[in-house]
């Protein structure tokens, strides 16, 4: 009689799990560009300037649906296989390529994802011989989809050809702790922010040498131009001028494609405009500046000059909410990826253009 109870209470536990499974299934992914959530910032009676479309954690729910060899125990109580097991822990670099499909540098995996949300194919680029992952932090794409790694464990950057063949790694003498990179693809030129040595080393997409490096270390107390304090993130605008996370400062620095000051703006502070601990930093195609503060849990959208726009996020798990974001970047559709080490999620908003005259507005956050 007792075995039989337990029978049928383990019965009632695995029809439950495979229901809330099934329902939590239906979500699926959400593909950009065809979301019908209407989370927009700011808030209405302002137009809406940033719109919530996708998020990314489980790639079981990215990839189709096949046919899976499950016990039937594992069916019963939804144990997932090891290819349903593929979720994101700790994403910190983002980028995207010609095709459209999103590169992750999975930090505590130690490999990179590559998301297809169209095709829904999911694929890593992972640690060997020839191309050797310890910690990977920055990734970026140059105009022949060829993937560049920044590791910080191993102070090296390592390539991989567009079908995910390892090429070389190179630059192990010339950095120390690289995290953040960026490529301009008509100059041939990769920049990598490397938070140890207090620069921005520059290397040849082409050749994999190294050109020079912009900045060093800031006098403790003094904001120097064109000098960093644990800068940890980079990006490159159309123009080829270089946008440096400056971290340890609480400011953005914008330097030419020679390393030439041009300017800085943000400080330590709480309002609009300033910063804590600012990371991931890109520029979209109408040269506003976006920059994620892990400790705001949100990312600032700013002008040229730094003048604030727009904030968006606060702490939390939901849509539109962070924890300990860090990643950063816009796709040539101006369409916004950001990671989160936290939760180990991807989310994706689309920026929506106004007038010209609309940036000229300062609007409040919106939570």
Known sequence: MKFSSCLHALI?????????????????PVIPGTATADLTWPLPPDPPRVRWLAEYTDMAKVKKPEAKKNSWLDKVTGTKTADEKQELRKPYGIATDSRGRIYTADTELKLVYVIDPVNRIVETRESSSRAPL???AGVALDSTDRLFVSDADLHTIVC?????????HFGTSALGRPGGIAIDKSRNKLYVADAKQNKIVVFDTKTMELLG????PSTPGKKEKGRFTGPTNVAVDHEGNVYVADTGNYRVQVLDTNGRFLRSFGAQGDRPGEFIRPKGIAVDSQ??????????????IL?????????????????????????LWIDPQDRIYTTEMFHGRIQVFQYLPQPEAADKKEVKAAK
């Open 12 to 28: 009632m536990l695995g029809v439950l799990c495979l229901l809330l499974r099934a329902a939590d299934n239906k979500k699926g």
């Open 134 to 136: 310890s910690l990977p």
């Open 160 to 168: 991989f050809a567009s079908n995910g063949q390892p090429i070389a």
């Open 213 to 216: 490096e912009m900045g060093g």
């Open 287 to 300: 040269g506003h500046v976006y920059v994620a503060d892990a400790e705001f849990n949100n990312f600032q």
């Open 303 to 327: 002008s040229r000059e730094g003048q604030p726009l727009l904030a968006v996020g606060t702490l939390g798990a939901g849509r539109g909410e962070f924890a300990l974001v860090t990643g």
